[in-house]
């Protein structure tokens, strides 16, 4: 059983920087593919970005310029970089991992979640 836990959330100003990291138990992260996505009250939970074996990565456009996905084998852990945060990134923001089918960027796609951390941009 794989288990996740994210952590490094908080609460900063509008313009800030935070790294969210995310550390596995139960499996390793080096052959498989790790996401974060985010979940603001009474939205979807949204895709942010997503790290593959091979070390390619992709973002959404919403986060495109500003965050930055990346991962750490020895350390079996995935971080997000966030730059210049914007009180539209204030969310739940969520790791996730090995994918069941389809693509990288859909959330049902994924078979283990952490329980999230909390990302508090004010303006």
């Known amino acids: 059983q794989v288990q996740l836990v994210e952590s490094g959330g908080g609460l900063v100003q509008a313009g800030g920087s935070l790294r969210l990291s995310c550390a596995a138990s139960g499996s390793t992260f080096s052959n498989k593919v790790v996401a974060w996505f985010r979940q603001a009250p009474g939205k979807e939970r949204e895709f942010v970005a997503v790290?593959?074996?091979?070390?390619?990565?992709y973002n959404s456009d919403s986060v495109k310029g500003r965050f930055a996905i990346s991962r750490d084998s020895a350390r079996n852990a995935v971080y997000l970089q966030m730059n210049s945060l914007k009180p539209e990134d204030t969310a739940l923001y969520f790791c996730a991992t090995e994918i069941i089918k389809g693509v990288g960027y859909e959330a049902h796609n994924y078979k283990y979640w952490g329980q999230g951390t909390q990302v508090t941009v004010s303006s």
């Open positions: 790290t593959w074996s091979t070390g390619h990565t």
